[in-house]
């Protein structure tokens, strides 16, 4: 009895969910605002990366919205699970072939996450995506060498920095410009890397936080882990 | 049909099968590893969709962090499915 009630309405969202997928349009039009987004971009914000754009600019407000969603979550992952004193991990290495590898290539995964959040406003990538790069390479660390620990402290200073640089470029467009996150810098030339006013200045602090969180998250679940 | 119709039906299908595949193992890494499995290409459909910067997030956090975490997990409870 229980099953089929549950068959039955599981049938009748499965229906509707079905029935909206049919008549959305899968990436034919673009109209509306999109083509606004498209059209004005690089006169409003100087920025290359449309994404980018919307993501720090025209949708700025939401973006911290988000980088707090994810300081919440580190944090109150933090409180619940970090120990002082640590589990001591067993100090037993990975082999010496995966050891040389990630010595290798720790340092290039970590500056192709810099790239990444460097270049955001010119190619594809930003700071989320940055700092994920850059949270893996540090992953690569503590797999391969078992006392490889992080500092919390540096962490959190880095974390505490690059949050509060968000927030006075975002209080410097409300003085300057009239609203919170206003491009209050020189435009510049379209596709330098210095360009695009704050874009890049916002997206490099975003990654440096998200970079740190990240890696502050892998190192205190791992730390409850023999 | 269009070669990048193709593509994207085998990569669905992949998909598809690495999912089924993640939800009848009874060894909990080994379904991991096919959850990884689904987003690897997914970051590739990702990308043939042209979204560049969705696909980098999938790689990295879908492959990379959210995989360990399930390891963590499973490593402080039980591997084996009852």
């Known amino acids: ?226 | 049909m269009s070669w990048l119709a193709i593509l994207v039906l085998i990569l669905v299908v992949v998909m598809v099968a690495a999912a089924i595949f993640a939800i009848t193992r009874k060894d909990l890494i080994i379904a991991v590893i096919g959850t990884s499995v689904i987003s690897v290409v997914l970051s590739v459909l990702f990308y043939i969709l042209q979204a560049p910067d969705v696909a980098l997030t999938e790689a990295a956090i879908g492959v990379a962090l959210s995989t360990i975490i399930f390891v963590i997990a499973i490593k402080k409870t039980d591997r084996y499915e009852e």
């Open chain 1, 1 to 226: 009895m229980r099953k089929a009630v549950s068959i039955i309405l599981l049938a009748i969202v499965g229906y509707y969910m079905f029935s909206v997928f049919l008549s959305m349009p899968f990436g034919e039009k673009r109209d509306g605002v999109g083509k606004h987004y498209l059209e004005n971009t690089l006169k409003e914000t100087g920025a290359v990366n449309t994404v980018t754009a919307i993501v720090v600019s025209y949708r700025g407000f939401d973006t911290l919205g988000e980088v707090t969603v994810l300081f919440l979550a580190a944090t109150g992952l933090g409180a619940i699970l970090f120990d002082k004193r640590g589990k001591k991990r067993r100090h037993q290495y990975a082999s010496l072939i995966v050891r040389v590898t990630s010595n290798i290539l720790y340092p290039l995964i970590v500056l192709l996450g810099a790239y990444v959040f460097v270049h955001g406003h010119l190619t594809p990538g930003g700071g989320f995506q940055g700092g994920a790069i850059i949270a893996t390479g540090v992953l690569l660390m503590f797999m391969s060498y078992r006392k490889f620990e992080a500092n919390h402290k540096a962490l959190s200073i880095v974390e505490s920095l690059a949050g509060l640089t968000f927030v006075t470029v975002g209080l410097g467009g409300l003085i300057y410009g009239g609203s919170f996150l206003f491009n209050f810098l020189p435009l510049g030339t379209p596709g330098d890397l210095v360009s695009a006013g704050v874009i890049p200045i916002i997206y490099i602090a975003v990654g440096f936080k998200v970079g740190a969180e990240l890696s502050g998250v892998l190192d205190t679940m791992l730390k409850t882990i023999r």
